[in-house]
C-alpha cells in the first residue's frame, strides 16, 4: 500500500512513521496533486484547510481527512471518502510507538469506504471504532476532555501552588489518581470533599481562591459539579448549595 499524507504537522508525521514501521510505503508532502499514483490520499491538514485541498486532490482516489470535528462533506462529494480520526494526542517528534494502543474513529461515504477506513486503521494497528456521520464531533468532544482539560487543570493546580517544583509536586498524585480511575473503569469514582459531602472544606477552599485566584475559583466549582454525579448522593446534596 502506498499512502500519501498531505500536511506536515504532528499528524502527518506519526502516521507516517506507523506506516512505515508497518512496512507500508508512505510520503509526506505538502502538494496534494503528489498523491496522484497513490492507493490513498490522508489529509493531515488543519482543519479549516481541509476542503480547499481535497478539492485539488486528483479524483477517484481513496480520500480521508483525521479531522474529529470536521464533517465527512469537507471531503467534497462522491465515493472513497473516510475518515480515520486517531483517538490519541500526538507529538510531531513522538514516532511510530506514540499510537500504541490507540483506537480510531472511523466513518465512511459508503459501506466500503466505511470497510476501507476500518481496514486501513487494522493495518497501522489502530483499532477501528465505527462513527456515522450524525454522532460528530461529540466523540472529539469526549477526546478534549479526557485529554486537553486534563492538562488545563494540572497547569491550573500548578498556578495556585506558585512553586517551581509545582510539576514535581503534583505530577506523582496525579499520575495516580489517573491510573487508579483508569485501573476501575466503569465504577471509577473521585475522592476528596466533594465524595465525603465535606462542605466545610469546599468553603474554605473557595473563600480562598476567591480571594487568590477567581479564575481557579470558577473551575473549581465547574469540575466540583461534574462530581456530583459520581458521588453518593446524599454527599452531593450536602455540597451542592455551594457550588
Known amino acids: 500500500m502506498d499512502i500519501v ?58 480520500l480521508g481527512h483525521v479531522s474529529g470535528a470536521t464533517p465527512l462533506a469537507a471531503l467534497g462529494a ?26 480510531a474513529f472511523v466513518t465512511g461515504s459508503d459501506g466500503a469506504a466505511l470497510e476501507f477506513a476500518a481496514n486501513l486503521a487494522r493495518a497501522l494497528d489502530l483499532r477501528p471504532v465505527p462513527l456515522a456521520e450524525d454522532e460528530r464531533p461529540l466523540p472529539h468532544v469526549a477526546c478534549v476532555l479526557a485529554s486537553n482539560a486534563l492538562v488545563a487543570m494540572l497547569a491550573a493546580s500548578c498556578r495556585l501552588l506558585g512553586r517551581d517544583d509545582a510539576l514535581t509536586i503534583l505530577a506523582p498524585l496525579a499520575t495516580r489518581a ?36 477567581p479564575e481557579i475559583a470558577e473551575l473549581y466549582r465547574v469540575v466540583c459539579r461534574a462530581m456530583l454525579s459520581l458521588v453518593d448522593p446524599d454527599a452531593a446534596a450536602r455540597v451542592a448549595p455551594l457550588l
Open 5 to 62: 499524507l498531505v500536511g506536515p504537522g504532528r499528524a502527518g508525521h506519526a502516521l507516517r512513521d506507523r506506516a512505515l514501521a508497518r512496512g507500508y510505503r508512505a510520503r509526506l508532502v505538502r502538494d496534494p496533486r503528489a498523491g496522484a499514483t497513490a492507493d490513498v490520499v490522508l489529509l493531515t491538514v488543519p482543519d479549516r484547510e481541509i476542503a480547499a485541498v481535497a478539492a485539488a486532490v486528483p479524483a477517484g482516489l481513496w
Open 78 to 103: 462522491g465515493a472513497r471518502r473516510f475518515v480515520l480520526h486517531p483517538a490519541q494526542s500526538l507529538e510531531r517528534d513522538g514516532g511510530s510507538a506514540q499510537l500504541d494502543g490507540a483506537s
Open 178 to 213: 489517573l491510573a487508579n480511575a483508569i485501573a476501575a473503569g466503569s465504577e471509577m469514582r473521585p475522592t476528596g470533599p466533594v465524595a465525603r459531602g465535606d462542605a466545610v472544606t469546599i468553603g474554605r477552599h473557595l473563600t480562598a481562591l476567591e480571594t487568590a485566584d
